[in-house]
Each structure stands twice: as structure tokens, then as C-alpha cells.
């Protein structure tokens, strides 16, 4: 049962564009939700996070709005660029718990 | 550079052979976190310890098992290898009980052969 989709596999995006990756849970437990990136040959890397209690974190070019009533939470990265192509992996939890429910994750190519 | 360490890098085994994959946390991290991913899939978790005790255990097999040690390194043990044990094993550290921000190793590359 996979709590955390990403139904995105890839996503292509000039540079300079807004890029937005997207994610949908099912387990209304979560109350907490996370962002990695992760390159090749490396482990993937904390980028933001978001709480429950909020709907929109925004961290410099990268901004996480969350939809509880909809289970759905995006991720938008303005303006992308060439580093930013990557993996990018959503993860849920609750406060609490003890870990992390990953989706399967969306590459992200920035076209120069 | 995440502060947390994996050996080896890449590891080739027979099948039903044993290994042990080796992680050191960030300094100052009480918890260790073990994770698989496999070919194009999320990264699923396996196990959790927090100062030496298991807190927490996801989808686990019983042929592997973990400890964690005073000095807060951690190992994880798979035995019996089969081909599907092959994946990408990566541990993650956090400084609390709590998952919330976890930073990850670069891996462990596992084939089985």
C-alpha cells in the first residue's frame, strides 16, 4: 500500500521556468511532510519541510504549499535551474514517529 | 557533505553469502536510521536505532538485522543474500527520537550475484 505517491516519474522544464512536483498521501495520520533531493552516487538531501499546522514554507527559490482537505502537496521551485535537475523524493510522518514514509520519487531535468 | 559515513561504497556477493554494511552518524546524532531502495522505488525503511536500543522497525526481513553501538556506529547484517536483496542501502541519522529531518549517507551499493 503506497501511502505517499509521486505519479509523476520525470518532469522536464526550462531554465528560468517555475518547476512543480507534486505528491498525494492517504494516511491522514501524517502531519508532518518533507522534501529530498537527491543527485546520482550520492544520499539524498534534506530541502524543506512543512507542518500541518501550515499550508505554505518557502525557503528562498523553493516553496511547499500542502492541501490537507485534498491530501496534496506540492513543491515549486522559481526560477529553476541547471543544479536543479535531480530526483526529488516527498516524505511524510507524524510528530512522534519514528520514520519517514517516502514516495517513489520524480526526476526533475532542467533544460538549458 | 551530510557528515554521515557508509562503507563500503559498493559491495558484489554470491547468493546465500552474508555481508555487513557499516554507518557512522553525524557527531552528536543519538539516531540511526536504515533504509533499501530499490530499483526505481522509494526508499523503504527498515529499522531504527536510537542510542543503542531499536526504537522502531518497518519492513525488515528476518534474514537481516541491526545494532547499533556505543559509540553510536551502526551495522547492518544481511544474510542468506538472494538476487533480490540487490538495492541501494543508505542510513540516515537524525539528533532526536523524532524522524523530522534525517540526513543520509551517500549509500551502499549491493549486488548479488
Known amino acids: 500500500d503506497q501511502q505517499v505517491k509521486q505519479n509523476s516519474p520525470s518532469l522536464s522544464v526550462q531554465e528560468g521556468r517555475i518547476s512543480i512536483l507534486n505528491c498525494d498521501y492517504t494516511n491522514s495520520m501524517f502531519d508532518y511532510f518533507l522534501w529530498y533531493k537527491k543527485y546520482p552516487a550520492e544520499g539524498p538531501t534534506f530541502l524543506i519541510s512543512i507542518s500541518s499546522i501550515k499550508d505554505k514554507n518557502e525557503d528562498g527559490r523553493f516553496t511547499v504549499f500542502l492541501n490537507k482537505s485534498a491530501k496534496h502537496l506540492s513543491l515549486h521551485i522559481v526560477p529553476s535551474q541547471p543544479g536543479d535537475s535531480a530526483v526529488y523524493f516527498c516524505a511524510a510522518t507524524n510528530f512522534g514517529n519514528e520514520k519517514l514514509t517516502f514516495g517513489t520519487g520524480t526526476r526533475l531535468t532542467i533544460i538549458p | 557533505d551530510s557528515g554521515v559515513t557508509q562503507t563500503p561504497k559498493h559491495l558484489i556477493t554470491a547468493t546465500g553469502q552474508r555481508v555487513t554494511l557499516r554507518c557512522s552518524p553525524r557527531?552528536?546524532?543519538?539516531?540511526v536510521y536504515w533504509y533499501q531502495q530499490s530499483l526505481d522505488q522509494g526508499l523503504q525503511f527498515l529499522i531504527q536505532y536510537y542510542n543503542g536500543e531499536e526504537r522502531a522497525k518497518g519492513n525488515i526481513l528476518e534474514r537481516f538485522s541491526a545494532q547499533q553501538f556505543p559509540d553510536l556506529h551502526s551495522e547492518l547484517n544481511l544474510s542468506s543474500l538472494e538476487l533480490g536483496d540487490s538495492a541501494l542501502y543508505f542510513c540516515?541519522?537524525?539528533?532526536?527520537?523524532?524522524?523530522?529531518?534525517?540526513?543520509f549517507g551517500p549509500g551502499t551499493r549491493l549486488t548479488v550475484t
Open positions: 557527531s552528536g546524532d543519538l539516531s
Open positions: 540516515a541519522s537524525s539528533g532526536g527520537t523524532a524522524a523530522y529531518e534525517q540526513y
